[in-house]
Every structure is written in structure tokens, then in C-alpha cells.
């Protein structure tokens, strides 16, 4: 029994949305392990306290949650046909994803400002394991800006329409796993002292 192309794209569309589920499954394992390694390692007597999360990283949560709804309305917009609106959309996710990376580094700057150092012998444990989980969080990120350059690419050469969407749809559901991941973090970093 021959299988038709539709059967075959709908087989490739499970394969690689389950390829994406394990690969996102394993980085909620990694920061997993970080913010586990964070429980343990806050009841050293040099973890600091007082601590504040810098102003910045609030502003960068509010822009990942913007670069959600964008893709979501990209997404919607390419179902609709609507090529525009999904360009808009798809450019305004890319701006707002770089807006989140300068929010993040703008963070680092003010925790700086604040004395505390990542490296070296200034450095503390509190400020270090912050670094490392925000710096792991940018390191996905920028596989999220990546992947959305190449979806743009796409998106100008007419890949997408009604029908065919499954580069925007991974797109998407890697970025909304972002930035749950980011939140959680963000909440975890905050709340947990």
C-alpha cells in the first residue's frame, strides 16, 4: 500500500514535533539539575540573602511573554493565508527576542552595579549560580532567534501557506517552552532565596 504525500507530510509533522518534545524534555531536565543544585547549595552561609533580582530582568519577562503572543498571532495569521500579518508578527517575535537578550545583559550590568561579581575572586555562589542559569536560558535562546531567522527566511521564500505551516508551528512551540522556562526560572530566582 502506497502511502500519499499527504500521509507521508503528516508522518514527517509527528516525527519532528516528537523529535522537538524530547529535546525540550531534556533541557527541562537540565535546568532541572541547576535550580536543584540552587536548593542545595543556598544553605552555605556565604549565599547571599538579600539579594535583589535586577529591574531589567522583569522587563525581560514581560518581552518573552510579548514574543509568544507575536508567534502565536504569526501562526494564526499564516492558517489564515493573511502573508502580512505573518511577516509583521514573525519580525515583530525576532525584534522582541533581541529586546530580551538586551533586557537580559542590561540585568548582568545592573547586579555589577550592585557589587556583586559572576568570576572570580569577588564573585559569590548566589550571583555565580544566577549567571550560569540566565546564560544557559540565552544559550537556547539563541537557538530560538536562529530557528526564527530561518522561519523568516522561509516565510519570504512562500514556504508557508494554510496548508503548509509546520516550520512556524515548531517555531512556536519551541519559544512558548522558552519562555515557560524562562518564567519558571524567573519565579524560582526570585521567590527562592
Request: glycine share 6%.
Amino acid at each position: 500500500m502506497e502511502m500519499t504525500i499527504e500521509e507521508h507530510n503528516q508522518r514527517k509533522a509527528r516525527s519532528y514535533k516528537l523529535i522537538l518534545w524530547f529535546a525540550m524534555l531534556s533541557m527541562t531536565m537540565m535546568f532541572a539539575g541547576l535550580t536543584s543544585a540552587f536548593v542545595v547549595s543556598k544553605s552555605r552561609g556565604d549565599w547571599l540573602k538579600n539579594f535583589q533580582m535586577p529591574s531589567a530582568f522583569f522587563i525581560s519577562t514581560i518581552v518573552i511573554i510579548l514574543c509568544s503572543v507575536t508567534f502565536l498571532l504569526a501562526k494564526k495569521a499564516i492558517k489564515k493565508d493573511d502573508r502580512k500579518a505573518t511577516t509583521n508578527y514573525l519580525l515583530l517575535t525576532l525584534f522582541l527576542g533581541f529586546l530580551f537578550v538586551f533586557f537580559q545583559f542590561k540585568g548582568f550590568g545592573q547586579i555589577v552595579e550592585q557589587g556583586y561579581y559572576f568570576t572570580g575572586p569577588e564573585s559569590n555562589i548566589t550571583t555565580t549560580f544566577l549567571y550560569i542559569v540566565a546564560v544557559t536560558h540565552l544559550a537556547h535562546l539563541f537557538g530560538g532567534l536562529i530557528s526564527l531567522l530561518i522561519i523568516i527566511y522561509n516565510h519570504f521564500k512562500q514556504k508557508y501557506n494554510s496548508t503548509q505551516f509546520l516550520g512556524i508551528e515548531l517555531g512556536a512551540m519551541y519559544w512558548h517552552f522558552l519562555d515557560f522556562l524562562w518564567i519558571y526560572l524567573f519565579l524560582f530566582l526570585y521567590f527562592f532565596k
